[in-house]
């Protein structure tokens, strides 16, 4: 382990419940305060007009320490968070966004030009997925989609013009997970950069960069805020890359925000505890729920029976919070179902403390055409553990089961 100002901040731990806690943070903070504060400002002052030109010398000489200068460029508060998340990952550099979509996209049209192409292995993020296919050909950049697990298929895919694979690991709602290794191999076989949406996985349970990945991204709105009270993004990448990721992010300007980086450092000092706990729960109630009756099909990683189990159990250690799972019934059915559910919220998202659940197709659309469309079935659940009792989820998922 490193140690920073002589204390261990965890940075290069293989285990990730010290870095969580330090990593990132200077262990001296203004007013010896033991917490990182808000810095919450817009732009930074200075003396006078000398104090001007030596920093503008510095920064055009690509001086590595700067002080700030603008809040879109840099904020204290920001540079924390994403201190902390480079080091979970093990990258070189984060860059915290103001969502993960404008993570994604910012960095997509940093590295994509006029005439690129790029392949999505696997089932994506819908809006991802609607990036890629309707807003980067506006741009000139064009996309393939291919399986994830059939590399036979990327090879076919790749073109000279070809600059990136992605994947997402793992995947919204099947909770696909594409073997990594494979991938990145493939990708530098190829000259390519290869990139993973880890949001369900957090690098708790599965390190992208480790597996020879270039880059990572991540919902932080997800697992690593942790409270459903926030949003942002991240990506980490290596030190060239993220500089131009950097200045992307400068000319687009979706900055996560000071009070949002804020919050992001305060949930990630748990995430180790949050995700362990919900690694052991996912378990439980994956393997209930495939037991039970009233249940056609479970999709989690951890079990036996999703067809990516070797993959996940070879790169991940642990399963995550997420289980998608088919009720025997049809559209009406499985709302019935949802609705008698007392414990968790129902509701869009992931991730957080508090349990939701989601009939997938009735928030893709109340259109039967384009739910058909979208290959959501409208028996598919996705269930989202919070950190609540692994007794009182099933005891719960029972009743409703068996009205
Ligand atoms: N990636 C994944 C896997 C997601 O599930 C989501 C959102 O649900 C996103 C990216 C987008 O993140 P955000 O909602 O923070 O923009």
């Not at 990708?187 to 369900?200: E, I, M, S």
């Not at 869009?348 to 349990?355: A, D, N, R």
């Not at 998922?397 to 009205?403: D, G, N, S, T, Y």
């Amino acid at each position: 382990m490193k140690e920073r100002n002589g204390n261990l901040n965890g940075e290069g731990s293989v285990l990730r419940g010290t870095a969580a806690v330090h990593a990132g943070e200077a262990r001296r903070k203004p007013y010896a305060a033991l917490t990182t504060p808000v810095v919450q400002t817009s732009a930074y002052t200075f003396e006078n007009t000398a104090e001007v030109m030596e920093f503008m010398k510095r920064k055009e000489a690509g001086a590595a320490e700067l002080r700030h200068e603008y809040g879109r460029y840099s904020n204290p508060t920001r540079s924390a968070a994403e201190g902390k998340l480079a080091a979970l990952e093990g990258g070189e550099r984060a860059l915290l966004f103001a969502s993960g979509m404008c993570a994604v996209t910012t960095s997509l049209l940093a590295i994509l030009g006029w005439g690129d192409h790029l392949i999505v292995a696997g089932g994506v993020y819908r809006r991802t997925r609607e990036f890629a296919e309707a807003f980067l050909p506006r741009f000139g950049v064009e996309a393939t989609f291919v399986p994830h697990d059939d590399p036979a298929s990327w090879e076919a895919a790749v073109r000279p013009a070809t600059r990136l694979i992605y994947t997402e690991a793992p995947s919204n709602p099947t909770l696909s997970v594409a073997d990594l290794d494979l991938l990145s191999a493939f990708a530098k076989k190829r000259g390519l950069l290869g990139a993973a949406d880890a949001t369900f996985a957090t690098p708790v349970n599965l390190r992208p960069l480790e597996h020879g990945l270039d880059l990572v991204f991540h919902s932080a709105t997800k697992y690593l805020g942790g409270h459903n009270d926030l949003l942002a993004g991240v990506v980490v990448a290596p030190a060239a890359l993220a500089s131009r990721l950097e200045e992307a992010q400068g000319v687009l300007g979706g900055v996560g925000s000071p009070h949002d980086a804020y919050l992001l450092l305060r949930g990630l000092k748990t995430l180790d505890l949050r995700v362990r706990r919900q690694n052991e729960t996912g378990l439980r109630v994956a393997s209930f729920l495939e037991s039970h009756p009233s249940v056609s099909r479970v999709y989690y990683p951890g079990l036996p029976s999703h067809p990516d189990h070797e993959t996940a159990r070879r790169l991940m250690t642990g399963f995550g919070g997420v289980i998608s799972f088919e009720v025997r019934g049809g559209l009406e059915w499985t709302s019935l179902f949802i609705d008698r559910l007392r414990l968790p919220y129902i509701g869009p998202t992931l991730g957080g403390v508090e349990s939701v659940v989601q009939q997938q197709a009735l928030f893709l659309s109340t259109d039967p055409e384009k739910r058909r469309r979208s290959g959501i079935a409208d028996n598919l659940v996705r269930y989202a553990l919070g950190v609540e009792d692994a007794e009182d989820i099933i005891a719960d998922l029972k009743q409703a089961l068996e009205f």
